[in-house]
């Protein structure tokens, strides 16, 4: 006898609940590391099957899961096969791996390896951004295509994700390295050995420097998120430095590069409030231009956020929509706002705060979203 499709839909209810159980009882941070347990499994461009797949995954692949969505769908990193679309117009390119954003809230479009499809929006560029190139833009074409942008997502359905390698392909693993080792005993080529060596060697350098990479992105949005005053990129221009040099891969280099840039970007937000400090004050003229540059400080000083405005609770009917809001001075909505897992919003509700997490676009509400991973007050200073 065949399920009935109530049946089957419990059972799948079942198996995500399962999975959202396990990650809690596990006590897991995010993000973590998760492998796919099926074949041909659809990765999509957002939390719902009506959202069209950006590529598959197979059996034993990893993913970086960062958010458990509404409905069992996670939130991962884009996988390595992963690109985005950008209006060619809007790019000026510095090289064969570099571009440079021309223009202000240039749209990335969340690219698709079956189709031309470029519908959905989840992040929107700034000018003098530095992007990635996927591949050299070609001459005639109106799109480039580029690695996705800080703060894409992909999602992948919870049921066919777990959080161990699946056993059958452990034991594959392990009896292929029992047949390495006899293969060797019988007179493989010991140099072809080496060669293999050297490739998984340089492959875990790689992806090493990378992760180092990683960290001094997360060190400085640490940095930025206090105050202004205590702000030092010393130590982290010269890490970021030193993993350039011996970058050899076009996603190293880009990656150094980019973050290089952010750097530059704050240390001249830090060096314009300093100036701005010492600035003595003589005569009523003279007051009024300290007062334009301290409001112009003021906006430097947001730069160091993803995000500033009055918190506002949302009151919605919408499943799954965004929690709260950031409100501009008016009262209009500046960007949609959502809690990390362990980030709580509530004690800052109506209070005036920057905040810093992973940016998206919220296509059918036309405005930005973050889920936010650090809060700053800032009500006292702006006082």
């Not at 209810?13 to 959202?20: D, G, R």
Request: some cysteine; aromatic content about 8%; glycine content about 8%.
């Amino acid at each position: 006898m065949f399920p009935s499709r109530t049946m089957w839909r419990r059972a799948c209810v079942a198996a995500v609940i399962s999975i959202f159980q396990v990650g809690l009882a596990l006590g897991l941070d995010f993000p973590y590391v998760a492998y796919v347990n099926s074949t041909d499994v659809y990765v999509r461009s957002g939390p719902g099957r009506d959202y069209y797949p950006t590529g598959k995954l197979q059996k034993g692949e990893q993913v970086e899961v960062y958010r458990h969505d509404p409905g069992g769908w996670l939130a991962v990193r884009p996988p390595r096969s992963s690109f985005s679309w950008v209006s060619s117009r809007h790019l000026d390119k510095l090289d064969d791996h570099l571009a440079v954003v021309n223009s202000e809230r240039v749209v990335a479009r969340v690219g698709s390896a079956f189709s031309d499809v470029r519908d959905v929006i989840q992040v929107r560029l700034d000018r003098d951004e530095k992007v990635e190139l996927a591949e050299p833009p070609a001459a005639d074409s109106p799109w480039c295509k580029i690695s996705p942008p800080a703060g894409e997502f992909r999602w992948i359905f919870a049921k066919y994700v777990d959080h161990e390698l699946p056993p059958d392909l452990v034991a594959d693993q392990r009896e292929a390295g029992a047949d390495d080792r006899a293969g060797l005993s019988k007179g493989e080529d010991e140099s072809d050995a080496q060669h293999n060596e050297a490739l998984r060697a340089e492959v875990a350098g790689e992806v090493a420097r990378l992760r180092g990479l990683e960290h001094i992105d997360m060190e400085l949005s640490a940095i930025v998120a206090q105050d202004i005053s205590q702000w030092s990129f010393d130590e982290l221009r010269g890490r970021a430095q030193e993993a350039l040099e011996p970058a050899q891969g076009p996603l190293e280099r880009g990656r150094a590069s980019v973050l290089l840039d952010k750097l530059a970007r704050f240390d001249d937000i830090k060096r314009r409030h300093d100036a701005l400090a010492k600035a003595p004050l003589r005569g009523a003229e003279s007051a009024t231009r300290v007062g334009a540059d301290l409001r112009q400080a003021r906006r430097a000083q947001d730069e160091r956020f993803d995000g500033v405005g009055r918190l506002s609770p949302v009151v919605s009917q919408r499943t799954g929509g965004p929690q709260y809001a950031l409100l501009d001075e008016s009262g209009a909505v500046r960007s949609f706002v959502t809690p990390a897992p362990g980030v709580n919003l509530r004690p800052f509700v109506d209070k005036q705060i920057g905040v810093n997490g992973q940016r998206g676009y919220l296509t059918d509400l036309q405005r930005q979203h973050i889920s936010v991973q650090r809060i700053s007050l800032l009500e006292t200073q702006r006082r």
